[in-house]
Every structure is written in structure tokens, then in C-alpha cells.
């Protein structure tokens, strides 16, 4: 890199990527000082978290040099941005969409870019900014060094690499797809409507003070940091569609330590320097092996142990046996006791947090509003919603008050019976299709209980 050369490089997160690029970055443009800054140096990220570290980081290294960086992300007033260009800096660390932005008003100039970086390359084509990052390659000079890095190569990668890079020197700090040696991995099996429990009672156990854990979806980060606090246990969710300042506070109080478990979408897999973070689990397996590596190299990082704990039920087999496949590692698995593939826990969705919220469990339900069916199962579907809030069918008719004549109740729940039906004899034909025709009410309301939940 000192020599001008356009490099390739492949190596696992957590390897010190960025001081190999920032530190010869500083001592070329410190070596050969320009009278005026002008953008000598630019740095693509795929994410804020990742840009404003990497920028961080080239503040830290070049502290003593009179060089200015900056960094410009979305999420954020573009203002304080546009009058920090117009002053002039010499090193510009940018998301691929907010530095479109500046070209479009006219507030950047990249006609004097002698180096160009490309940090984990292969997030930034996962999240569909190879087209953004082309329009920015061709506003740039011809002649110019190119750093190219990605933590994997597969070969949509390997194409794009090929396209602009002269001659690289290839460069393989490890393995593609390879773990860090330094983190422990483990599986436990368990059921899907068990994990928020087994988690709640890690952290517990353990006394875990800082723990990153991974979901599928923003949602899923929002609802699983809820309940982590109903267990007394302080989080906080990232991912993004939260604000930059939310997501700015949340990784600031997780570093502090005023957050004991941060949970994160794949938006954060990228870019979470956090020192020696101990504890990394993936609540839900990601779709996309790599991610898997990305993951879990949250802990691990500049030789310090990690432990990446993996959550993983029926469904997600096929998705652990992708990453085993791709990591080449066959992973431990361990199952904790009290929580084998089969057992079942109380959540929010059942009586004990009734209890504890002060309504009325399931089993203390009047029988005859629920028409004599067992409900400490169906009722958690047919009468809350989601969030483990009531129901409008709840919220609408408080308990003991009869239902309106002439209509009947939801489901067929405590719908009054014809008096002939009530004088029956049990041996007769309308006694004993009774049973019957109650469980198909109960299937009914049940079934119907849960398509709107999710929807």
C-alpha cells in the first residue's frame, strides 16, 4: 500500500482491517502536504456504525498530523456535513447513499482522490449499493490506488474487484468463511417458543454484563429487547430504522456498561468494534452463512476470547448445517437442562404474566364465558394480541358482562344453547355431538385467534 499498489485483500473481521489501510493512508498524504485540503483519500462503508468507527479510528492514529477527516452518513441533518467539506478535509470516510447526496448538490469534490477504499466490499453488494458505488467510481480520477476489502469472495465479488482493480497484489489473511480461532462456539437445541427464557435465564445465571445478541428482523430486535426488560434485565435494540442518535446512544450505553444486552439486526454484524466484548449470541440463525461470520466476529476480536452461543430450534437445522458447510467447523452442541427440545415455559403470552400484570389467569376464568374449554392454552391465542396486550374483544367487554341477545360471541365461545339442547338426555344424539361440535369451535376461534395476531 505504501508502495501506491492496488490491493486485494481477504481477511476475518476482527484482524485490524482498518489500521492496515489508514495507517499507510496517513503517511502518504503526511509525506506530500497540500498548501489547501481537498479530498485526498476516500473510504466507502456500508453502514454509519462502521464510518464513524473507521473515521474514529484515523482520528486516533493521525492525531498528531495536520490532517483533517471527516465522515458523512444518512440519519443525520446534512448541514453540520455540507460546512465541514466546504472548510476542507484531506480524508472522507462516507456511506455510498449520503456521499450521492453531496455529489448531487454540488457540497463534495472528488476530483483530487488519490486513494480510494472499499471496506467490507461484500456487505455493501448484500445491501445493494454496487450501483451507488459505480456512479461514485466514475466521478473519481483515473489515476488513482485502490484498496479493495471484503471479508468474503464470492464471485459477484470477485467481478466487481475485477473490474477497476490494476494488477492487485492479492492479499489472504485467512481462510474465506472462517472463524477466529479465539472464539468458542456452541449450539443449544431448543424449542422456538423457549428462547426468549433461555436467554433471560443466561444472562442470569451467568451474570452476564455485556451481551450482543443477533435477530432476524427489526421487529424481532424491538419485541425481544421488551422482554428482556420485563425480566429486569436492561436492553436495547439497534437496527435501521431508528434514528442515528438512538442507535449512537444504545451502542455508547452498551459500551458504558448501562446496558447489559444490546439487540441487533445484521445492520451491526458490520462495524461493532467493542472492546473485548465477551459474550455474542444469535437469538435466530441468519439466512446467509456469512453473516454467521460476520456475527459472531463481534467477540474474538484483537486477541481476546469470545464465546458465540447459538439459539437454534427445528426450523433452523437447515440454516446450521449451511453454516457448518461454510465455515467448514463442526459446531458443539449442548443442551441446557430444564430447557430440552419439548419443554415448555412460561412467557408473556402465559398465566404467570397475567398474574403478575394483575388480570386474571386463564385458569381462574370464568368456565362459562370460555364454554367449559381448557384455556390456559387457546386462550393466550384467541384473547392477546402480540405484544401481550388485550384483545379490543377484551378491552370491549369487561369481565362478567353478557354478550349483547341475538349475536353471537367469537369463536362460538359461551354462545347460549336452545333449551331443548340444555333438557337432552347424555345418551341421546344431540348429547353426544356436543363434544364434538365444541372442538370444532375451540379449533375455530383458535386458529382464527392466531391469523390476526400475525397479521
Known amino acids: 500500500m505504501l508502495e501506491g499498489k492496488d490491493a486485494l485483500v481477504g481477511a476475518q473481521t476482527g484482524t485490524g482491517k482498518t489500521a492496515s489501510f489508514a495507517l499507510p493512508i496517513l503517511q502518504r498524504l503526511a509525506e506530500n ?27 486516533t492514529y493521525g492525531r498528531h498530523l495536520r490532517l483533517k477527516s471527516t465522515t458523512v452518513f444518512g440519519g443525520v441533518n446534512i448541514n453540520p456535513q455540507v460546512q465541514t467539506l466546504r472548510r476542507g478535509v484531506d480524508i472522507l470516510v462516507a456511506t455510498p447513499g449520503r456521499l450521492l ?48 476489502f471484503s471479508a468474503t469472495f464470492p464471485r459477484e465479488i470477485r467481478e466487481f474487484a475485477d473490474s477497476f482493480l490494476s494488477s492487485p497484489a492479492e492479499i ?59 425480566d429486569g434485565i436492561t436492553a436495547a435494540a439497534i437496527h435501521g430504522n431508528k434514528s442515528q442518535g438512538a442507535r449512537t446512544r444504545a451502542l455508547a450505553d452498551f459500551k458504558r456498561g448501562t446496558v447489559r444486552a444490546l439487540v441487533a439486526t445484521d445492520i451491526a454484524a458490520r462495524g461493532l468494534d467493542i472492546k473485548e466484548l465477551p459474550h455474542v449470541v444469535n437469538y435466530e440463525l441468519p439466512n446467509v452463512p456469512e453473516d454467521y461470520v460476520h456475527r459472531i466476529g463481534r467477540t474474538g476480536r484483537a486477541g481476546s476470547n469470545g464465546v458465540a452461543m447459538s439459539l437454534v430450534c427445528r426450523e433452523e437445522k437447515p440454516l446450521l448445517a449451511d453454516i457448518e458447510r461454510t465455515t467448514r467447523n463442526r459446531i458443539e452442541s449442548v443442551i441446557i437442562p430444564g430447557f430440552e427440545p419439548g419443554t415448555h415455559h412460561a412467557t408473556d403470552d402465559d398465566k404467570g404474566s397475567d398474574e403478575r400484570r394483575g388480570r386474571p389467569s386463564g385458569n381462574s376464568r370464568d368456565p362459562k364465558r370460555s364454554g367449559g374449554r381448557n384455556t390456559s392454552g387457546g386462550r393466550a391465542r384467541q384473547g392477546k394480541q402480540a405484544d401481550g396486550q388485550p384483545s379490543r374483544s377484551q378491552q370491549a367487554k369487561p369481565t362478567g358482562q353478557p354478550a349483547k341477545p341475538g349475536k353471537r360471541r367469537r369463536g362460538g365461545s359461551g354462545r347460549k344453547r336452545p333449551a331443548a339442547d340444555s333438557q337432552a338426555s347424555s345418551h341421546s344424539p344431540a348429547a353426544q355431538s356436543r363434544p364434538f361440535q365444541s372442538a370444532l369451535r375451540a379449533v375455530a376461534s383458535i386458529f382464527g385467534g392466531a391469523s390476526q395476531r400475525d397479521n
Do not use: C
Open 33 to 59: 502536504p497540500l498548501p489547501r485540503p481537498h479530498i485526498r483519500a476516500l473510504i466507502l462503508t456500508p453502514t454509519r456504525e462502521l464510518a464513524a468507527q473507521v473515521e474514529q479510528n484515523i482520528k
Open 101 to 148: 447526496d453531496h455529489m448531487r448538490s454540488g457540497t463534495v469534490n472528488l476530483s483530487k482522490v488519490e486513494i480510494l477504499v472499499l471496506d467490507e466490499a461484500d456487505r455493501m453488494l448484500d445491501m445493494g449499493f454496487i450501483r451507488d458505488i459505480r456512479r461514485v467510481l466514475d466521478a473519481l480520477p483515473k489515476q488513482r490506488q485502490n484498496l479493495f
Open 172 to 230: 489472504a489473511i485467512a481462510r474465506e468463511s472462517k472463524t477466529a480461532d479465539l472464539i468458542k462456539q456452541v449450539v443449544y437445541p431448543v424449542d422456538k417458543a423457549n428462547k426468549r427464557a433461555l436467554i433471560s435465564s443466561l444472562i442470569g445465571k451467568g451474570n452476564w454484563q455485556q451481551v450482543l445478541i443477533f435477530t432476524r428482523t427489526k421487529h424481532g430486535a424491538n419485541r425481544l429487547a421488551g422482554q428482556l426488560e420485563k
